[in-house]
Nanobody
Framework: QVQLVESGGGLVQAGGSLRLSCAAS????????MGWFRQAPGKEREFVAA????????VYADSVKGRFTISRDNAKKTVYLQMNSLKPEDTAVYYC????????????????WGQGTQVTVSS
């Protein structure tokens, strides 16, 4: 059974930082593309970042480029999202997703999802 478990969310002031983690089990982690998405109240889930199997070819949404960094540790079966210079508009539930294929931004391509972790940025 595939499980993705996010952690690291919380409340932070604007300009602050958080590091999210997503621990995977039940899958050959190194074979999967990993992505981070977020969903704010009343909005659709949107792409944030994705990373290739070996950690290459990270892709970012324009809204987070230069502020967020995605990375992965295949030995630990974990993907990370380092979020710096946070803004109130980054407030959302953050989800990690996994799929086999190429690095893509479309959420419909991702087969497995975690339960999400709340990130709240106060102004």
């Amino acid at each position: 059974q595939v499980q993705l478990v996010e952690s690291g969310g919380g409340l932070v002031q604007a300009g602050g930082s958080l590091r999210l983690s997503c621990a995977a089990s039940g899958l050959t982690f190194s074979s999967y593309i990993m992505g981070w998405f977020r969903q704010a109240p009343g909005k659709e889930r949107e792409f944030v970042a994705a990373i290739g199997r070996g950690g290459a070819t990270p892709v970012y949404a324009d809204s987070v480029k230069g502020r967020f960094t995605i990375s992965r540790d295949n030995a630990k079966k974990t993907v990370y999202l380092q979020m710096n210079s946070l803004k109130p508009e980054d407030t959302a539930v953050y989800y990690c997703g996994a799929h086999i294929g190429t690095v893509v931004t479309a959420r419909t391509q991702y087969n497995y999802w975690g339960q999400g972790t709340q990130v709240t940025v106060s102004s």
